[in-house]
């Protein structure tokens, strides 16, 4: 996606660091940020000028799980997120947006290789984000699709690390499967799938249980 506007803010889940490349390109970059948004890592970068530019290569390495403030290397295990086609020349100002989406939580830095008309190519610094990262609260979110046939996702958080229990049951109050039953970290979006193929349609409930705690939410399966 391409817009020809200034650049605009990101989110506080951000870091900016400016552009520089292995040799000169024909592009004059002026900012290089990333923003999260739940599951999906946002960049956005801005050119004043560019000459005979072919395109952005985007780069990403997966640097650790979300634990800490600093983002320790993975050693370089870079990864094609995909391309963006550049304005080709042009003496105006562009933004470029890319979205590399439904990534599991983690901290994950990203690059741009630029590539000329001619074949050359230069790296942009990196950029760092945190993905997934959620409040630190006990919540249970309505389940989507809702209704659904036959399956659907239940996304909830917890408020500190320790024993997650998810169940759904059916109208009469009869536990029809034990979708989750095991320890989970706090400070993460988690999502559990819930399969109804074997169940018949109706409305059922999906509880979370976490600390002597519970959340309920009604579903409806139509077959």
Partial sequence: RVAASGDGGTSS????????????????????VASSQRFDA?????????????????????????????????????VSAGFVKA???SATPRTYLFSDRSLPPGRYSYRLKTL?????????????????????I?????????PFNPTTKVEFTIPEDG?????????????VETILDRPMKAGEYHQ??????????????????FNNKQLVKKMLLIK
Avoid at 117 to 126: D, E, L, M, N, Q
Avoid at 163 to 171: D, G, P, Q, S, T
């Fill in 13 to 32: 889940n951000s870091e900016t660091r400016s552009f520089t490349t292995a040799s000169p390109l024909p592009v004059e970059m002026t900012s290089f």
């Fill in 42 to 78: 946002e960049l956005r970068w801005s050119t004043a000028t560019e000459t005979n530019t072919y395109g952005f290569s985007v780069e990403r390495d997966f640097t650790g799980p979300l634990s800490g403030t600093n983002t320790v290397r993975s050693g370089g295990s870079w």
């Fill in 87 to 89: 304005a080709g020349t």
């Fill in 116 to 136: 000329d008309t001619k074949g050359s190519a230069g790296y942009s610094r990196i950029v760092d984000v945190e993905v997934g990262t959620a409040p630190r």
């Fill in 138 to 146: 006990f919540s249970l979110a309505q389940n989507y699709p809702n």
């Fill in 163 to 175: 024993n997650v229990k998810l169940v759904i049951y059916n109208m009469l109050g009869q536990e």
């Fill in 192 to 209: 559990a799938d819930f399969n109804g193929s074997r169940f018949s349609s109706g409305i059922y409930f999906s509880v979370l249980r």
